[in-house]
Nanobody, 120 residues
Framework: HVQLQACGGGLVQAGGSLRLSCAAS????????MGWYRQAPGKKRELVAT???????NYADSVKGRFTCSRDNVKNTVYLQMNSLKPEDTAVYYC??????????????WGEGTQVTVSS
């Protein structure tokens, strides 16, 4: 049974920084993709950033140059360093883990969201 536990959200002024972390526990193969999505009120959930087990990253255009996604494979933990935050970054941020298994295929897991609020 895989579980994701995220923390690090909060309230920050525009231009400030926050760091989110998400620890995965359970049966996790080394072939996986971790990342962050966000959902603002009245909007669909959108990708923020992903990182492969090998360290390759992918970012939404809206956060490139401001957010950095990293991971610790020993701790099965993914991080999101958010700098130069803008009010439009306000959303509930969700940790995501996709595990690729030879027979079962891809399994998708979500953590409980953590609120990020950026005041202007």
């Amino acid at each position: 049974h895989v579980q994701l536990q995220a923390c690090g959200g909060g309230l920050v002024q525009a231009g400030g920084s926050l760091r989110l972390s998400c620890a995965a526990s359970g049966s996790i193969s080394s072939n996986n993709l971790m990342g962050w999505y966000r959902q603002a009120p009245g909007k669909k959930r959108e990708l923020v950033a992903t990182i492969t087990s090998g360290g390759s990253t992918n970012y939404a255009d809206s956060v490139k140059g401001r957010f950095t996604c990293s991971r610790d494979n020993v701790k099965n933990t993914v991080y999101l360093q958010m700098n130069s935050l803008k009010p439009e970054d306000t959303a509930v941020y969700y940790c995501n883990l996709v595990i690729y298994r030879p027979v079962a295929g891809a399994s998708n897991y979500w953590g409980e969201g953590t609120q990020v609020t950026v005041s202007s």
